[in-house]
C-alpha cells in the first residue's frame, strides 16, 4: 500500500478512535462499496470524506438532525447541470391548440376552463370528471390567457401519474411559468458514506440561480427520496445552502481536501455506460430514445476544433468537437459534432483544447432527411486546456465615433 495512504488512513483511525486495523477494513469496505480498487486514488479520497462525515456526526448533539429529517446534506459535484425550462410550455401549447381546433372538445376534455367577465368578478366554466362546475371568482388565475377575444384558463388534466399516485392539481389551473433544472450528481447524500450518482432535480424560482460548476465540490442541502436514487431541490433552501468546498476554510469541519481526486477516473469507473466515442454519437442517439428520460444523456470526448462565442437569442454559445483518432471524411464533410453551450457554463478554453462533454443529443429533420446529431451540453470538464476562447469580434457602428 502507499505510503501516504497509509499514512492518512492512521491518522483517520486515531481521530476516529479505531485501530489501525479496523480503520483499514473500514477503508477497503468503502472502496469495494464505491467499486474502486485499494490503490485508486479516489479510495483516499473517499476516506477522507468518511473521515470528516463520521466527525461531525459524533460533534452533533443527541436528538438534532437525524438521518430521518426530511432534508439531508450532500457533498459532492455535479457532471451535469441543465437550465432551467419551462415545464408548463408543452402542456399549455397543447391545451390551446386543442382549445384553437375544438373549443368544446377543449372544455369536456377538462384541458381549459372559460371565463366571462361578469359585475365584480370573472364567471369560470369548467368540466370536471364529467361533471360542468361553474364559479364566481374575483381575479384571473396567472395563467389565464386571451385567444380571438375569448378568456380561457389552461388546466392541468393529468389526473394520475404513471406511478399510480394522485395529482394533487388535477383540475387546477396550469401555471403561466413553472422552471424546472434537472442535473446528475456524484456524491454521498445524508449520513450515506457511499458516493454514487443521483438524478437531480429543482422546480420553481429556486432552481433559477442555482448554477454551480461542474465538477466542482460542493455541498448543499437537498430532499432524498429514499426509493430511488433522486434527490430534489427545494423552496430557496436549496440554492441558499450551496457552499462550494474550494470556498470553505481548511479548518472548517464541513472541508474535505479533495486535490487528489481524479474526475476522469470517475467517469470512466462509474459513468461506463454512458460513454460513447464521438463517431458513435448518431448511433447512440437512437439508443437513447429508449431510456427514461433522466437517463437520455451521453459522455464523449473531443478536440475543439471551431467555436462561437457569440450568444445566440437563448444564450447558447457553439463549439464544434472532433475526434482526431478517427478517420476524417473529407468529401462527406460531417466529421464534426456541434455542442450547444448554455450561458451558465463557463468556456475557459480555447481551440485545440480536449475536453469531455455531457448532454442530450438532438437530430432535425432537414429536408433531405436527418440532419447530424448534435448535443445539448450541461457539463464539460477540460481534460487539456490550449489557450483561450476567441473573443467575439465588435463592429465598428458608423457614427459611434461622432464625438471623438
Known amino acids: 500500500m502507499d505510503e501516504k495512504l497509509k499514512n492518512e488512513i492512521e491518522q483517520g483511525a486515531s481521530l476516529l478512535g479505531l485501530s489501525a486495523e479496523d480503520a483499514l477494513g473500514k477503508y477497503e469496505d468503502i472502496c469495494k462499496e464505491n467499486g474502486v480498487e485499494k490503490d485508486n486514488p479516489i479510495g483516499l479520497g473517499l476516506w477522507r470524506s468518511h473521515v470528516a462525515q463520521s466527525r461531525r456526526q459524533k460533534s452533533k448533539p443527541s436528538g438534532g438532525g437525524g438521518s430521518n429529517q426530511l432534508s439531508k446534506k450532500a457533498f459532492g459535484f455535479f457532471i451535469s447541470l441543465e437550465s432551467p425550462r419551462d415545464t408548463m410550455v408543452w402542456n399549455r401549447n397543447k391545451a390551446k391548440e386543442e382549445y384553437a381546433r375544438n373549443a368544446d372538445a377543449a372544455l369536456e376534455s377538462g384541458l381549459i376552463a372559460t371565463a366571462e367577465e361578469t359585475d365584480g368578478g370573472w364567471k369560470i366554466l369548467r368540466v370536471f370528471k ?37 395529482n394533487r392539481n388535477f383540475g387546477k389551473p396550469l401555471p403561466a411559468k413553472e422552471f424546472r433544472r434537472t442535473g446528475v450528481f456524484y456524491g ?75 474526475y476522469v477516473d470517475t467517469l470512466t469507473s462509474v459513468f461506463s455506460n454512458k460513454i460513447t466515442e464521438l463517431v458513435d454519437i448518431d448511433r447512440q442517439h437512437g439508443n437513447l430514445a429508449m431510456l ?30 472532433t475526434d482526431l483518432n478517427a478517420e476524417f471524411d473529407y468529401e462527406g464533410g460531417n466529421n464534426m459534432t456541434t455542442c450547444w453551450v448554455p450561458e451558465h457554463i463557463e468556456i475557459d478554453f480555447g481551440i485545440g483544447s480536449n475536453i469531455i462533454v455531457i448532454g442530450r443529443t438532438s437530430q432535425r429533420q432537414g429536408d433531405d432527411g436527418p440532419e447530424p446529431v448534435t448535443i445539448n451540453v450541461s457539463g ?25
Open 292 to 321: 427514461p428520460v433522466k437517463e437520455r444523456y451521453v459522455i464523449t470526448d473531443g478536440t475543439v476544433c471551431n467555436m462561437n462565442m457569440t450568444p445566440f437569442g437563448n444564450g447558447n454559445r457553439v463549439l464544434n468537437i
Open 130 to 166: 364529467g361533471d360542468y362546475q361553474e364559479r364566481i371568482v374575483k381575479t384571473l388565475p396567472d395563467g389565464a390567457e386571451e385567444i380571438d377575444g375569448n378568456t380561457i384558463v389552461p388546466l392541468d388534466a393529468t389526473e394520475s401519474y404513471p406511478n399510480g399516485g394522485k
Open 380 to 404: 464539460i470538464l477540460t481534460v487539456e486546456r490550449v489557450g483561450s476562447p476567441v473573443e467575439i469580434e465588435q463592429t465598428e457602428e458608423a457614427g459611434d465615433d461622432w464625438f471623438s
Open 188 to 262: 454521498m447524500v445524508g449520513d450515506s458514506v457511499e458516493m454514487k450518482p443521483y438524478f437531480f432535480s429543482y422546480k420553481k424560482d429556486g432552481c433559477l440561480d442555482f448554477a454551480p460548476n461542474c465538477f466542482e465540490y460542493l455541498h448543499m442541502v437537498v430532499i432524498k427520496n429514499e426509493n430511488s436514487d433522486d434527490i430534489y431541490g427545494y423552496t430557496e433552501v436549496t440554492k441558499s445552502s450551496l457552499v462550494m468546498n474550494v470556498n470553505l476554510d481548511p479548518e472548517n469541519s464541513d472541508y474535505r481536501d479533495m486535490s487528489d481526486f481524479n
